[in-house]
């Protein structure tokens, strides 16, 4: 029997993207899924679009916010609302490769994992060019993953019956932060290193501002961990040796395509 996938989509004045994000779950071969898309309160025809594919496809849902609260209050009135077994995490602008779930439920059913994410591949802003990829490593437990995040949220499936309830905290990287209380728990993430989803980086990507990333990395170490200053220095030097190493790698794939 394949159990409910539940994916949480936050979106924002995202009538540019979604429809194609939105297809790429209906193209999905793993089709036990339900959308949950949650307006957070935009400007722009988002409502619209998703209107329309709720009329096609009764998997998809939309919850409308009526003020803007951000990307992680978002996600967690998804999560609220979300029924399925597993829980998987979708922003507005990406993609999934069509056997992206049937390839990660199945990878976790065979092994008994309850947290798992991929590999991805980096794509433009018109979604035209791919920039490289992000290797998922093989395993990434508490400890490794205070050197840095190498989980993209686009790519996580969670079993919530064996993990429980999740809540975002409201802060940056609340993906980083969720991911570190998850594993401190004892939670170990598998990784599988085949590409199943697009990341789309823009100029207003995290990705593409190096310093907000490092000062939001160290608001998680400092703030949410509690960690002495010495302690968040020493996880801040192995986050910044980590991205530059997976920039340098990312140059030298550029470079031989």
Same mark, same amino acid.
């Given at each position: 029997?394949?159990?409910?996938?539940?994916?949480?989509?936050?979106?924002?004045?995202?009538?540019?993207?979604?429809?194609?994000?939105?297809?790429?779950?209906?193209?999905?071969?793993?089709?036990?899924?339900?959308?949950?898309?949650?307006?957070?309160?935009?400007?722009?025809?988002?409502?619209?679009?998703?209107?329309?594919?709720?009329?096609?496809?009764?998997?998809?849902?939309?919850?409308?916010?009526?003020?803007?609260?951000?990307?992680?209050?978002?996600?967690?009135?998804? =999560?609220?609302?979300? @029924?399925?077994?597993? /829980? *998987?995490?979708?922003? %507005?602008?990406? $993609?999934?490769?069509?056997? #992206?779930?049937?390839?990660?439920?199945?990878?976790?059913?065979?092994?008994?994992?309850?947290?798992?994410?991929?590999?991805?591949?980096?794509?433009?802003?018109?979604?035209?060019?791919?920039?490289?990829?992000?290797?998922?490593?093989?395993?990434?437990?508490?400890?490794?993953?205070?050197?840095?995040?190498?989980?993209?949220?686009?790519?996580?499936?969670?079993?919530?019956?064996?993990?429980?309830?999740?809540?975002?905290?409201?802060?940056?990287?609340?993906?980083?932060?969720?991911? =570190?209380?998850?594993? @401190?728990?004892?939670? /170990? *993430?598998?990784?599988? %290193?085949?590409? $199943?989803?697009?990341?789309? #980086?823009?100029?207003?990507?995290?990705?593409?501002?190096?310093?907000?990333?490092?000062?939001?990395?160290?608001?998680?170490?400092?703030?949410?961990?509690?960690?002495?200053?010495?302690?968040?220095?020493?996880?801040?030097?192995?986050?910044?040796?980590?991205?530059?190493?997976?920039?340098?790698?990312?140059?030298?794939?550029?470079?031989?395509?």
């Amino acid at each position: 029997m394949c159990e409910l996938v539940s994916i949480i989509t936050p979106a924002y004045n995202a009538e540019m993207y979604i429809k194609f994000t939105i297809e790429s779950v209906l193209h999905q071969d793993y089709e036990n899924w339900e959308m949950v898309i949650v307006d957070d309160s935009s400007k722009d025809n988002t409502k619209l679009i998703v209107d329309e594919f709720m009329r096609l496809d009764s998997r998809i849902k939309l919850i409308s916010l009526s003020e803007n609260k951000g990307v992680a209050y978002a996600r967690n009135i998804g =999560l609220k609302e979300a @029924k399925g077994k597993y /829980v *998987a995490f979708l922003d %507005s602008d990406d $993609l999934w490769y069509p056997y #992206k779930l049937s390839t990660q439920i199945d990878f976790m059913k065979k092994n008994g994992y309850v947290f798992t994410f991929s590999s991805y591949e980096i794509i433009d802003s018109d979604g035209k060019k791919k920039l490289g990829v992000v290797n998922a490593p093989q395993k990434v437990d508490y400890n490794r993953l205070l050197k840095g995040n190498p989980i993209g949220c686009l790519t996580v499936v969670l079993d919530r019956e064996k993990i429980g309830n999740i809540a975002m905290p409201n802060i940056k990287h609340e993906d980083y932060a969720t991911w =570190l209380e998850i594993t @401190k728990r004892g939670f /170990v *993430a598998y990784g599988i %290193s085949e590409p $199943l989803a697009l990341y789309r #980086k823009s100029k207003t990507s995290v990705s593409s501002n190096k310093l907000k990333s490092a000062l939001w990395t160290w608001n998680v170490y400092r703030h949410h961990q509690k960690f002495s200053f010495m302690k968040s220095s020493k996880c801040l030097f192995w986050y910044i040796c980590l991205n530059l190493t997976k920039s340098c790698k990312m140059c030298i794939g550029k470079l031989k395509n």
